[in-house]
């Protein structure tokens, strides 16, 4: 047999291994985190090469685009103000966007009375007589302002931001006066990104540690204590009640706001291969946050999307979180406290805990 000495050099030899792993897994975590990614840097032009001006939806998230600029050409302006009311020559938000009375949020180029007014987020930046002849404004927005030039001169800046697009659009609709006007914005894909060498060899490293940290503790000072526990773990009455509960909770648990919504994602994931935010944010991926969203879309693809069959899903999470508080209380508070009473204790702690929220498909 092992001396005591020997076994405490043993002990504490596989604690600093298993503290050693702990702390590699937690500093790989926190560089996974603060690891570069490759940003992706989408360009829009308007109207495409060769074509007339078409307006167009451009649903941007965020809704302000990293820069834009736009290019108007005075005789576009010129023919918008032979008719009777003038027009805008480019507007980036619908005319009905905000509020009566206030200015736009996008960027608006107008003319009418032979005056030339560009607004940009909410602010006024240009107001004045069309010049006669040929000439060309230039709007220019990114994290510095927005800025005006007639021909390469400016006439106007304010330290505002980049103006909101939700369209690109112009009274000119497809007229020939129209060439010439053209728009270029870089969008904020900020979430479009793929990881660079250094972040894939932290996400290696950590899950290597983290294994091997949970394999090893295991071994060496878990295994034989859960396997004791579960030989040790007798089902009682206040088991029955809770898996009974539950099941009727299935069929009788109110529905939560966010249910249709997180069905209506995981659904539509089968025809575009990714969980998006259809309902706010137009079908925009929420990776890495919707691993629990993805479990939902296969559940559903197997057996459809009645919600008493996607209700299995957290169900089965809520059972097996019961489970997993019965081993503890049985592991950590040994015999004394797997008792009955303490059973029924842990059922009512769990019920009140549970029965609110906890048959709602929304992860949290």
């Not at 728009?183 to 091997?212: F, I, N, Q």
């Not at 526990?229 to 009682?236: G, K, P, Q, S, V």
């Not at 996607?310 to 049985?330: I, Q």
Request: proline share 6%; charged share 15%; glycine share 10%.
């Amino acid at each position: 047999m092992l001396a005591a000495a020997d076994v405490q050099r043993s002990v504490t030899s596989r604690a600093g291994v298993l503290a050693g792993l702990a702390m590699l897994t937690l500093v790989a975590s926190v560089g996974v985190l603060l690891a570069p990614v490759i940003a992706q840097d989408p360009v829009v032009s308007w109207p495409p090469a060769g074509q007339p001006a078409h307006s167009t939806v451009l649903p941007l998230v965020p809704y302000r685009p990293l820069s834009l600029t736009a290019r108007i050409p005075c005789a576009a302006l010129s023919a918008l103000d032979r008719q009777p009311d003038g027009g805008d020559a480019l507007r980036t938000l619908p005319a009905t966007a905000g509020k009566p009375g206030q200015l736009s949020q996008g960027l608006v180029v107008a003319v009418r009375g032979d005056v030339v007014q560009v607004t940009a987020s909410g602010r006024t930046l240009l107001r004045e007589v069309l010049p006669a002849g040929g000439c060309t404004y230039q709007v220019l927005a990114d994290a510095g302002g927005v800025r005006i030039l007639r021909d390469g001169v400016p006439r106007g800046s304010a330290s505002v931001q980049v103006p909101e697009v939700s369209e690109l659009a112009t009274d000119l609709e497809s007229q020939p006066a129209a060439g010439g006007l053209a728009v270029s914005l870089h969008t904020d894909a900020r979430y479009e990104s793929t990881p660079t060498a250094l972040k894939v060899g932290l996400l290696v490293v950590c899950a290597a540690a983290l294994l091997m940290l949970l394999g090893l503790a295991w071994r060496w000072f878990g295994g034989q204590a859960i396997t004791a526990a579960t030989a040790r773990l007798r089902l009682r009455v206040a088991d029955a009640v809770l898996v009974a509960v539950s099941a009727v909770w299935v069929l009788l648990a109110p529905t939560n706001f966010d249910d249709s919504w997180y069905l209506l994602m995981a659904r539509g994931a089968n025809a575009t291969g990714s969980v998006g935010n259809a309902i706010y944010m137009f079908n925009v991926t929420e990776n890495p946050f919707v691993a629990s969203q993805y479990v939902l879309q296969l559940w559903g693809s197997l057996g459809g999307w009645g919600l008493v069959w996607m209700r299995l899903v957290p169900l089965a999470y809520g059972l097996l979180t019961w489970l997993l508080l019965r081993l503890f209380l049985v592991t950590g508070f040994g015999r004394e406290l797997g008792t009955s009473r303490a059973t029924w204790a842990l059922l009512l702690a769990y019920l009140l805990w549970w029965l609110p929220y906890g048959m709602t498909l929304r992860p949290e």
